[in-house]
């Protein structure tokens, strides 16, 4: 017969690693913002309130840090408070960390793009804990981060951080991830030849025969500005598609047990 104690063990070790299971504490230092921060996004709605675990300790998961990565994704791209909550209104309220992440990775699309230096104690408080040289290695073969002369020093890509560190914990050998990364790039760059042509060819050709001066210029910069956003969420939603009709098909073919 299994006691009490001993059943609570098994719960805990059968409770997936996405259950909440952070402290206000370590949710603010993974997301790089103050306590007094989550407790303001809390009241203004923002955040969904934690799950209550023992001694009535608010327990926060990645859905939190997912959300409030998107928020700093919105507050880099110049939104106001308001602003911000009238977006965050919007979203489905059973929204997954996996769906807000690919919404974040949608908005970081619209801002330019920047690097930002953050030093090697930051990056851990990110991280959430310590990070070896094979992490640091992984995170530099993803792109998230570039390695300068000063070894305690690194290069970040703002909108790359929070994915990056997440899949630090996925079992992937850093060979695989060169390569996914070398396979990713190549088709993503020929996409975006591609795609270029048929604006230049379809869109901007006919336009420039009917106008020209800067004007002109400055209404195609605008419409190629409006449309990036807007092909980024096509593209991920083609490849979300396509990637779940891949991932299925050996079962729908019989060829897994």
């Known amino acids: ?11 805990d ?3 997936p ?44 998961g990645a859905a939190h840090l997912s959300r409030l990565a998107l928020i700093e994704e919105l507050q880099h791209h110049g939104l106001t408070l308001a602003a911000i ?28 793009e920047g690097a930002t230096e953050m030093s ?11 990070l070896t040289e094979t992490d640091i290695d992984r995170l530099a073969a993803m792109s998230v981060l570039e390695r300068t002369e000063d070894p305690a020093t690194f290069r970040i890509d703002p909108g790359l951080l929070h994915l990056g560190l997440r899949l630090l914990d996925v079992p992937i050998a850093h060979d695989t991830i060169l390569a996914a990364r070398d396979v990713m790039l190549a088709h993503s760059r020929q996409a975006a030849k591609e795609l270029t042509r048929l604006f230049r060819d379809e869109v901007w050709g006919p336009y420039r025969e009917r106008e020209s001066g800067p004007e002109a210029v400055q ?28 991932l299925r098909r050996p079962y729908v073919e019989g060829t897994e047990a």
């Open 85 to 112: 909550e009238r977006y965050m209104e919007q979203l489905p309220p059973d929204m997954t960390a996996h769906d807000l992440a690919i919404h974040r990775a949608l908005v970081a699309s619209w801002i330019p």
């Open 17 to 60: 690693a996405y259950e909440p299971q952070l402290t206000i504490d370590e949710l603010a230092a993974r997301a790089g913002v103050t306590v007094r921060t989550v407790r303001f996004y809390s009241t203004r709605g923002l955040l969904p309130p934690p799950s209550i675990g023992p001694r009535r300790v608010g327990r926060y």
């Open 219 to 246: 209404a195609m910069k605008a419409l190629s500005a409006d449309m990036q956003p807007m092909v980024v969420q096509a593209l991920v939603t083609a490849f979300q598609r396509s990637l779940k009709d891949e």
């Open 120 to 130: 090697r104690e930051q990056l851990v408080r990110r991280a959430g804990g310590s």
């Open 1 to 11: 017969m299994t006691t009490q104690a001993e059943g609570q063990s098994v719960q």
């Open 13 to 15: 070790q059968a409770a």
